[in-house]
């Protein structure tokens, strides 16, 4: 519920009140108007890129870039009409203070988030799509702590037991108006689109680890005891690739079992630390099988592509 809080304050009620401000603003100078624009500008394009939109649609952002240009438009007519009057001064220093600060915070914070579309330099592993057949939103996923969370993992020495999962991705399944659920945060797993969706092998190689038995939760729980729920380990080569969170009783495969790529071996469900259905998936250098977790991360490439927040994926049956 947390994350419904910020999504809504930071992805709705302040661009909303950016863009009133921008569109309702008195500017007495071009330079004025300049600022104010930049501010509002660089706060959404940070929010675009670094921000997960789960309960709200992925394009919203692209509405709010129109909204912003008709808005910025409209008061470009008004900027300079009234020269600076001496009583406004300190009030206008202020504000220029104060908008130039959102300005560069908003812009290093882009930056930041940018950073982290490029894998860093080493070796990495090519999957195929675990998911078929529907578009799927990945809403943690990339190589900066900014748009994906499990990078902690890699920066606290406190978690290092967990660091293989540093480079994760979580998916959901969207549907042509890009719901992830019906409703915003449903109770019901049946209301989430991903949802018992068939997951599958997406490299070749032998079953290493598998945990089918643990019960689904009902949104917002989650199992800390069990923070990958129900898994599959595979050994694919050189890298232990884990796809977790999986449905109760779903599996289909077993440990030692060779599979082959797009072989069907379990169903999302939403088992473990997880506070609603989704498909975790990483990939790591192979670590100590009494906490296998404790392995050294490892860049993945899906279908040719490499995935952070906010990517879309469109795959075929």
């Keep these: 519920m947390e994350l419904g809080f910020a999504t809504i304050l930071g992805g709705v009620l302040l661009p909303l009140a950016l863009l009133a401000a921008l569109w309702r603003g008195t500017y007495h100078s071009r330079i004025e108007w300049l600022l104010q624009v930049l501010s509002a500008g660089s706060y959404l394009a940070m929010i675009?890129?670094?921000?997960?939109?789960?309960?709200?649609?992925?394009?919203?952002?692209?509405?709010?870039?129109?909204?912003?240009?008709?808005?910025?438009?409209?008061?470009?007519?008004?900027?300079?009409?009234?020269?600076?009057?001496?009583?406004?001064?300190?009030?206008?220093?202020?504000?220029?203070?104060?908008?130039?600060?959102?300005?560069?915070?908003?812009?290093?914070?882009?930056?930041?988030?940018?950073?982290?579309h490029s894998p860093p330099e080493g070796l990495s592993?090519?999957?195929?799509?675990?998911?078929?057949?529907?578009?799927?939103?990945?809403?943690?996923?990339?190589?900066?702590?900014?748009?994906?969370?499990?990078?902690?993992?890699?920066?606290?020495?406190?978690?290092?037991?967990?660091?293989?999962?540093?480079?994760?991705?979580?998916?959901?399944?969207?549907?042509?108006?890009?719901?992830?659920?019906?409703?915003?945060?449903?109770e019901d797993l049946r209301r989430y689109h991903i949802f018992g969706e068939p997951v599958y092998a997406p490299c070749t190689g032998v079953v290493a680890q598998i945990e089918d038995q643990l019960p689904d939760q009902d949104p917002p729980q989650a199992d800390r005891r069990h923070p990958a729920g129900n898994f599959v380990r595979l050994e694919c080569g050189e890298a232990d690739v884990l796809l977790a969170h999986l449905m109760h009783s779903s599996l289909t495969v077993g440990s030692g079992q060779r599979v082959q790529t797009g072989q069907l071996i379990g169903r999302v469900g939403n088992s473990g630390l997880s506070m609603e259905p989704h498909l975790h998936l990483h990939a790591q250098h192979r670590g100590p099988e009494h906490n296998f977790l404790a392995g050294e991360p490892m860049p993945i490439w899906i279908d040719g592509r490499i995935l952070v927040r906010n990517s879309r994926l469109t795959v075929g049956n």
């Excluded at 909204?67 to 008061?75: D, K, P, Q, T, Y």
């Excluded at 592993?125 to 900066?144: A, D, W």
């Excluded at 748009?147 to 969207?174: C, F, G």
Aim: aromatic share 12%; net charge positive; proline share 6%.
């Design 48 to 116: 675009a890129v670094a921000g997960p939109w789960l309960l709200a649609p992925w394009y919203l952002p692209y509405g709010y870039a129109i909204l912003c240009s008709v808005a910025a438009g409209a008061a470009w007519y008004r900027a300079g009409r009234h020269g600076p009057q001496a009583p406004r001064r300190i009030k206008s220093g202020l504000t220029t203070a104060s908008t130039l600060g959102i300005t560069v915070f908003c812009t290093s914070m882009l930056c930041w988030a940018l950073s982290g």
């Design 125 to 186: 592993i090519q999957l195929s799509s675990p998911l078929k057949g529907g578009t799927y939103y990945v809403f943690n996923g990339g190589y900066s702590i900014l748009i994906n969370p499990h990078m902690k993992t890699l920066a606290r020495e406190s978690l290092s037991q967990y660091r293989a999962q540093s480079y994760a991705l979580d998916m959901v399944r969207i549907d042509r108006f890009g719901r992830r659920a019906e409703g915003l945060w449903p």
